[in-house]
């Protein structure tokens, strides 16, 4: 038989580990979580911002997905996400989930992209394309139908072409094929999609024949492996290469691009989502350029830090896609739901 001394000691020694589980478990329920998926174009910007955000909420943990922009809104407009990243606007089918769903959400750009053709360096033929000569390669047309370089322009030998690019999901599909073909999601189905930008820049690295297109950060921070074309707009006017230059003078077009982040308006009235946007948009000047994206102007991002504060819902674009909008326009519009 167990003395009272034991029994004590014994009762003590269960509350103590009572006391501990609880308090344990008190820490875990502390800890708020933020749900962002989207772009893996904008990802690494998010990426940025959720390191150093951490350094200093350590208590609210952020998960980032890269579902792809159409992928992460088909999440946002569930509700299953508070943040998506977005490589391209929201559109109208979207904006009608959305609004099925009762999410509303806010509309914020952070930082311009330059989506960037690239071929192998070994390739010394092709230096630049015109926008009819991309429109050539990639239309739905050109199904099992242009399937070697010189179809394309009859300067060009008679080799294949391998064509590789982001997967339907990704915005930059849509941008891409809304600036080139003329419609979003209008391309040819007979080439090797991937949401994963680097298997396409291995891919096109390991290939004379192949071409592809992504964001510029990744072509930046593959250079060494790979080659940019300089884009003509149209007959009679100059080859351009991206370059930050290039997009902030607005010579890189049609494809020099805005990126959002859109924020659910409910979510946002949680105190770590709002710290959380309020400090992405204090810091996306300098963590675009730390991933080697191009910022918005000072002027535009203190306008949108406005339009945050005054919780403007909706979309600038009305659920239609715009190529060679400025953001300092955008800016000033009514937003749409």
Request: aromatic residues 10%; proline residues 5%; hydrophobic residues 40%.
């Amino acid at each position: 038989m167990n003395s009272p001394h034991k029994t004590r000691l014994m009762s003590f020694s269960l509350l103590l580990v009572a006391a501990l589980l609880a308090c344990h478990s008190g820490a875990t329920q502390a800890q708020t979580l933020i749900k962002v998926d989207g772009s893996s174009t904008v990802f690494p910007i998010t990426e940025a911002i959720v390191d150093r955000f951490h350094e200093n909420h350590p208590n609210t943990k952020v998960t980032i997905g890269i579902a792809g922009t159409g992928g992460g809104f088909k999440k946002f407009c569930q509700g299953e996400t508070d943040i998506s990243d977005a490589s391209r606007p929201i559109t109208k089918k979207e904006m009608a989930e959305c609004a099925k769903n009762g999410i509303r959400y806010m509309e914020l750009p952070i930082a311009f992209d330059a989506i960037t053709v690239v071929i192998n360096p070994k390739n010394k033929f092709l230096s630049q394309l015109t926008v009819e000569e991309l429109k050539k390669m990639w239309e739905p047309a050109s199904q099992a139908t242009i399937m070697t370089w010189n179809q394309v322009n009859p300067a060009w030998p008679k080799t294949p072409i391998k064509l590789f690019g982001p997967g339907v999901d990704s915005g930059t599909f849509d941008y891409f094929t809304e600036a080139i073909v003329g419609k979003a999601k209008a391309s040819r189905n007979d080439y090797t999609p991937s949401e994963d930008d680097n298997v396409i820049v291995q891919a096109v690295a390991r290939d004379i024949n192949a071409i592809g297109y992504f964001g510029f950060s990744y072509y930046l921070e593959n250079s060494k492996k790979l080659k940019a074309a300089a884009i003509v707009k149209k007959e009679g006017s100059s080859a351009v290469l991206p370059s930050v230059k290039t997009v902030v003078d607005s010579s890189y077009q049609p494809l020099a691009r805005p990126l959002f982040i859109y924020v659910n308006i409910k979510a946002d009235e949680r105190a770590e989502v709002r710290e959380f946007v309020e400090y992405y948009l204090a810091k996306a000047d300098s963590a675009a350029k730390q991933v080697r994206y191009i910022p918005l102007s000072a002027k535009d991002y203190g306008h949108t830090r406005l339009n945050y504060q005054a919780k403007k819902s909706g979309t600038a674009f009305g659920g239609e896609p715009e190529i060679g909008v400025t953001i300092e326009e955008l800016l000033k519009r009514e937003p749409k739901n």
